[in-house]
């Protein structure tokens, strides 16, 4: 490929190539780049619309790595969209526990109850359908459209959102929608008709492993080095360009393992909010003590064998970080608590494991259970 290069640089010698020239220039290596470096994928094994969409939510805010063994158990416990649809509440969130960003699996749900009364249990085969789906973006359903469909519609995310700036030499603030949507716009301009899903893909893979979103890119092994205005100006540590985020707020939790021998406490959250409907650890605003937990929670006092201070735990949310201290509370029996929306009850333990779905926010005391 280095006589390409050669080619390219020489091109370029005379005058300074636009923007769709720059990126027509990059579409042979960048689809040559991607058949030999293209990683071994289990949703990209068999590319069919389901597969793609579930593999495209789950990858948001999520390492490939981690996504991996959720993707194949949802794929085993919910293999097609109809399934999904039927899902009982519990099952997803159980399903998706650990993934995070629960409105994504709710809005999975919602999509596919859709899909199933409007298109006949498939994923519509158009992009301005897709668009109208629960929870699905312009960079979702231009996946699902390129990757399973061959329809040739951009899938511009933060990877291709940082290669494209820095291809480009653009200095356009990245977290700002009217940006995504030039780019967008661009990409639909020089997607080829034929492997727009390589295309995408190949975009999306060079973000991912070599113009990398933190420490320096790596250059050298990048096929589009010739035709990057960033690389060539040694600009890299500049762009992309993107706003500050805003402060997240500071929360103070105190979080009880409230437990027998082989019982554990659990409560539903509200059904709108942060976390919303998932179950939790019983816990209180601020920094509280065990006595606290007695009287908000009805727990007598004769009941409480023991209680022990456990380590101090940090969760970071989107806007918000809580900041956490726990307390485990055993008890030598069941307090008589009335069954009521937003109460506690126990649960087995065993239990805690196969069917009710605790977010990782408190994971750092789950497993003292």
């Not at 080095?225 to 939790?253: D, M, N, Y």
């Amino acid at each position: 490929m280095t006589g390409l290069y050669d080619r390219l640089q020489v091109l370029e010698s005379g005058r300074t190539l636009g923007p769709e020239e720059r990126l027509e220039a990059a579409r042979k290596p960048l689809l040559a780049w991607y058949r030999e470096h293209a990683r071994n994928l289990p949703w990209r094994e068999n590319p069919d619309p389901y597969r793609v969409w579930i593999s495209e939510i789950m990858l948001q805010q999520t390492r490939v790595e981690a996504v991996k063994p959720y993707f194949e158990r949802f794929m085993r416990e919910l293999p097609t969209v109809r399934d999904l649809a039927q899902a009982e509440d519990d099952r997803l969130m159980k399903l998706w526990e650990g993934l995070g960003y629960y409105s994504r699996a709710r809005n999975l749900k919602k999509a596919a109850i859709v899909a199933c009364e409007q298109y006949g249990g498939c994923l519509p085969a158009d992009y301005s359908q897709l668009l109208k789906l629960p929870g699905i973006g312009s960079y979702t359903a231009g996946a699902i459209a390129s990757i399973a469909y061959g329809i040739a519609e951009p899938a511009v995310d933060g990877n291709v959102l940082r290669v494209l700036s820095r291809v480009l030499e653009s200095r356009e603030d990245v977290s700002r929608q009217a940006v995504k949507k030039e780019m967008e716009n661009l990409v639909r301009r020089v997607m080829p008709e034929k492997r727009p899903g390589d295309y995408n893909q190949a975009l999306i893979e060079i973000g991912a492993l070599v113009c990398v979103p933190n420490g320096a890119p790596r250059c050298g092994e990048c096929p589009l080095e010739s035709l990057c205005l960033a690389a060539g100006k040694g600009l890299t540590g500049e762009i992309p360009v993107k706003a500050p985020k805003k402060e997240r707020k500071k929360e103070e939790r105190t979080v009880f393992i409230i437990e027998t021998e082989d019982m554990a406490a659990i409560r539903k959250r509200p059904a709108k909010g942060l976390l919303a409907s998932l179950y939790e650890l019983p816990s209180l605003e601020g920094a509280a003590d065990g006595q606290s937990a007695l009287e908000a929670f009805e727990i007598p006092e004769k009941l409480v064998e023991s209680e022990e201070m456990l380590p101090e735990a940090k969760h970071i949310f989107s806007h918000v970080e809580w900041h956490m201290r726990g307390i485990r509370l055993r008890l030598s029996g069941l307090p008589q608590w009335e069954e009521a929306e937003g109460k506690p009850f126990f649960v087995k333990k065993e239990e805690l494991k196969e069917r009710y779905p605790l977010p990782n926010a408190f994971a750092a005391y789950r497993r003292f259970l």
